[in-house]
């Protein structure tokens, strides 16, 4: 019997390591780069315990914080989510969910820009209404334009029309996030030929944002070419929402590899998956 050595398998290791090599595109936002392409929320959690194991359990580096339902400094006599998610490890992406007109995104994002000791990076959200809670393209691209021309640097949450997609980027906002199916409602992508119409003609990072229920809907995500995915409701709302945190880190690291493999062709036909040339009998 053979036996494999803790020298021989460190070898194989590196060997394997040095075919996959690195990203060729890491994951940059507004001229910060990230590792992780998973961004994670923190809304819907039972406690701050549950929502920081579940945090880094999902290795997310980018963490979205809904300003209008959240304390990060506003307000003295609550406890501060910073508390648990310090800016010194994290980067905070202020949102502005919750809002839905033009006038109130400004003010939530020049709030977060006081509160956050200058901090530009946000996540722009201007809805539709309360039922769908479907983006307001219109609003959106005002809004969008006002928080560019203030020096925001606008990560934007979208429809999944391709057209609308290329003009907020075209406009200046450093990610486009459209949805993969209503926020909260767990239904996977819905429509992925949107999705990749969105990514082949785009500059910068494409990030679905809404809609996964699962980490097989990351997994599809990522290996249509987005550059990431952001999620809330599919990890708080598990069962065990740590377990789930972790299984959407390993989903999205699978579906960036799997992407960047390049599948096989798909056939109509079985295929040997052994040579039939060389036979021994």
Not at 237 to 262: C, N, T
Request: aromatic letters at 4%.
């Amino acid at each position: 019997m053979t036996t494999v050595t803790e020298a021989q398998e460190s070898n194989v290791k590196s060997g394997a390591e040095a075919m996959i090599g690195a990203d060729p595109k890491p994951l940059i936002v507004g001229g910060r780069h990230f590792s992780s392409r998973l961004m994670v929320g923190t809304g819907k959690y039972k406690d701050f315990n549950e929502t920081s194991a579940a945090i880094e359990a999902s290795g997310a580096e980018i963490i979205t914080i809904a300003l209008r339902r959240t304390n990060i400094g506003q307000d003295p006599n609550t406890p501060n989510i910073l508390d648990i998610l310090p800016p010194s490890k994290y980067t905070i992406l202020p949102n502005t969910a919750g809002c839905y007109n033009v006038e109130d995104a400004y003010r939530t994002c020049q709030l977060s820009r006081e509160l956050l000791d200058g901090h530009n990076l946000v996540k722009l959200e201007v809805l539709g209404n309360e039922k769908t809670l479907y983006p307001h393209v219109t609003g959106t691209l005002k809004a969008a334009q006002m928080l560019i021309d203030d020096g925001f640097d606008v990560m934007v949450y979208t429809s999944d029309d391709p057209i609308i997609a290329k003009e907020l980027e075209e406009m200046g906002c450093v990610a486009v996030m459209p949805l993969a199916a209503p926020i909260g409602s767990g239904l996977g992508i819905r429509d992925p030929h949107k999705l990749i119409e969105i990514i082949e003609n785009a500059n910068v990072p494409i990030i679905v944002d809404a809609g996964v229920g699962t980490a097989s809907d990351a997994a599809i995500a990522m290996e249509l070419g987005c550059d990431g995915v952001l999620m809330n409701t599919a990890i708080a709302a598990a069962q065990q929402p740590v377990r789930m945190a972790y299984a959407m880190k390993l989903a999205i690291e699978a579906g960036r590899h799997a992407f960047l493999s390049g599948r096989m062709e798909k056939k109509r036909y079985a295929s040997a998956s052994s040579p039939l040339t060389g036979m021994f009998f």
